[in-house]
């Protein structure tokens, strides 16, 4: 039997005809937007990297009910998680290591990412093992604590053992699908896809696992401890569910998604430094999550396509309202004006997000 899908302002439609409809879109759209500059499919893939934070933030937030100030740090690890396999910052810091690579390090995604679920994983849990008796205000100090720790962490690890390169920040290998690297347009005879386009596809199918896994985790006997969680923490401790071992696996399975993310994010700008992960990175990735429709994956992909994608398209807003002030008001802050006067407006028009769940 055909399940239909609500769709706010569109009603409801057959299930299977939005998914080939919205998958040929997807992979048509890179090739239509590299038309107009290489500019536009980089932001759309830029938008991809935010969906997937997106959806490890909402395992926390919109799954578990804890709100997390602080998921920025693990994007922030797993930037660097890449940028230690694929540059030459290890073996400056360990000369040892250079006679055992003398190519240098150019490790490839399938052996980088594994690692950093690994190690983001772990993380994530250590973060949440010193907060399990916190809730609501209290728990979001903290987490914005943590996510302030890592980035200082990283901006002061040049010394005595440089493995960040501190604010400088790391140039790191742009690295290969399938043998071919990503820093190059590839000619398949009928099509060029240029390099950013090929990030567009490999971050597209990886988003989609990402989303398949978070809908089968929702699912699953874990997600629905979540939910009761979420819902009355006294209720689920009262109904058998083990309170500690259940907010313990959110944040270790959020921060996942984080670090995968931050993987690709390094890969794409070919650079990492700590300035790319500051507190408004983490604020932005919960309003992304609360705008979308918590708890509610479409949602929350919506939500994140919106806010990410929303400053630079308000850029050609932003520039004739700076003339009309004779340039008495910056761009960059009108535009942040512009991006939060939008959010207020959306959260009194749509108070449950734009796309919640009911």
């Known amino acids: 039997m055909n399940k239909r899908v609500l769709i706010p302002w569109f009603g409801e439609v057959n299930s299977w005809a939005l998914l ?178 090929l990030y567009y596809y490999f971050l597209l199918v990886i988003v989609a696992l990402a989303i398949v896994v978070s809908i089968r985790l929702h699912n699953s006997r874990l997600g629905r401890a979540w939910i009761a969680l979420r819902e009355d923490e006294i209720a689920a401790k009262a109904m058998g569910i083990h309170v500690r071992n259940v907010k313990l696996m959110a944040f270790g399975l959020g921060a996942t998604f984080g670090g995968v993310a931050g993987c690709f994010f390094a890969s794409l700008q070919g650079f990492i430094s700590p300035e790319s992960f ?13 705008l979308g429709g918590m708890g509610h994956i479409p949602g929350v992909v919506l939500g994140a396509f919106l806010l990410s994608a929303l400053p630079e398209v308000l850029r050609y807003v932003s520039s004739p309202l700076q003339s009309l002030t004779d340039g008495r008001i910056d761009a960059a802050i009108l535009r942040q004006l512009l991006v939060a006067v939008a959010m207020v407006a959306v959260m009194l028009w749509r108070p449950h997000g734009l796309w919640p769940k009911k």
């Open 278 to 290: 500051v507190l408004m990175e983490s604020v932005m990735l919960v309003a992304m999550v609360v």
């Open 20 to 197: 080939v409809m919205s998958g040929l879109g997807l992979a048509i759209l890179p090739l239509f937007l590299q038309l107009f500059g290489d500019g536009w499919v980089r932001l759309i893939t830029v938008s991809l990297i935010y969906v997937m934070l997106a959806i490890g933030l909402n395992i926390v937030v919109g799954y578990a009910g804890l709100l997390d100030l602080g998921f920025v740090a693990f994007f922030a690890l797993g930037a660097y998680i890449y940028g230690w396999f694929n540059s030459g910052q290890l073996l400056l810091a360990f000369p040892s290591l250079a006679a055992w690579f003398p190519n240098g390090l150019h490790t490839p995604f399938w052996i980088v990412i594994p690692v950093s679920i690994l190690i983001t994983g772990i993380t994530g849990m250590i973060l949440g093992a010193p907060t399990l008796r916190l809730r609501g205000d209290y728990l979001a100090i903290v987490t914005l604590g943590f996510g302030e720790i890592i980035r200082i962490f990283m901006n002061n690890l040049d010394a005595p053992i440089n493995l960040t390169n501190g604010p400088q920040g790391i140039s790191v290998d742009r690295g290969a699908l399938f043998g071919h690297p990503l820093s190059q347009s590839l000619d398949l005879g009928f099509v060029e896809v240029r390099s950013v386009s």
